[in-house]
């Protein structure tokens, strides 16, 4: 338990990576623990090319209901926190998030990079026409289909996909940027388990350019050991106090 205020001050850069744990307390599940988005409903079958190709309706179903959940959610105070430290830092904060529910966007963040895409665009799941912003909620027969002929899809990364390269090129542009300027950086894991790679890696990017690196977490991550410090508790509560933001 590590209760000091995170060191932001003059010219300090600042890498923030949030998971699923930042919008609990906007009422969102989580996918690992008691009450996980997962339950009852296999990974392998929702969120994999595979299990699109099997049953595409079972899919879509799962990614209207969290269109849904996510539309009907509010930014808390950890999103607000982050949408804060923002104004103030300007390009010297960049926030990416595994969290696909757009509530960063919505407390008001801008530099901010959706690594596992975004629930609020639909992309063909064959030709290359550019993905497109879309909230609608098929549950299908019939399914939403491309001007091609086949069918649409969410525009989320799914296991066994690539992450896009222009997105995880901004974070090692970023870590890049910070090394070469010679100010402090500091790195800020929020609200994420550390299962799933590359984002579970990035705390060792971010030591590898120099930078104090800090976790807040509800429970142990599986990566906590590479943190400088830990802070357990949830986030609206702990970011907020952490950054200096609780008036
Ligand atoms: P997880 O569900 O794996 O982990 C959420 C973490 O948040 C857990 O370690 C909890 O302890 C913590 N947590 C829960 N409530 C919290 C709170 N109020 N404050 C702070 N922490 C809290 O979610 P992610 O790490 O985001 O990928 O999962 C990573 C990826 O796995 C997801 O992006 C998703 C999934 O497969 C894709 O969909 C591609």
Known sequence: MDEARIPIGEGTRVLVLTGAGISAESGLATFRGGGGLWEGYP?????????????????????????????????????????????????????????????????????????????????????????????????????????????????????????????????????RAARRSGAPLVFVAVGTSGNVYPAAGYVHAARAHGAETWLVNLDPALNATSFDHIVTGPAGEVLPRLLGLDG
């Open 43 to 175: 990974v392998e079958q929702v969120a994999s090319p595979e299990g699109f190709a099997a049953d595409p309706e079972l899919v879509w179903r799962f990614y209207s209901m969290r269109r849904r959940a996510a539309a009907e959610a509010e930014p808390n105070a950890a999103h607000r926190a982050l949408a804060t430290l923002e104004e103030g830092l300007g390009d010297r904060l960049l926030l990416v998030t595994q969290n696909v529910d757009g509530l960063h966007a919505r407390a008001g963040s801008r530099r901010v990079v959706e690594v596992h895409g975004t629930l609020w665009r639909t992309r063909c799941s064959r030709c290359l026409r550019p993905p497109f912003d879309d909230a609608t909620e098929p549950l299908g027969p019939p399914l939403p289909r491309c001007t091609c002929g086949a069918l649409l899809r969410p525009d989320i990364v799914w296991f066994g996909e690539m992450l896009d390269p222009a997105a995880t090129g901004r974070v090692e542009g970023f870590l």
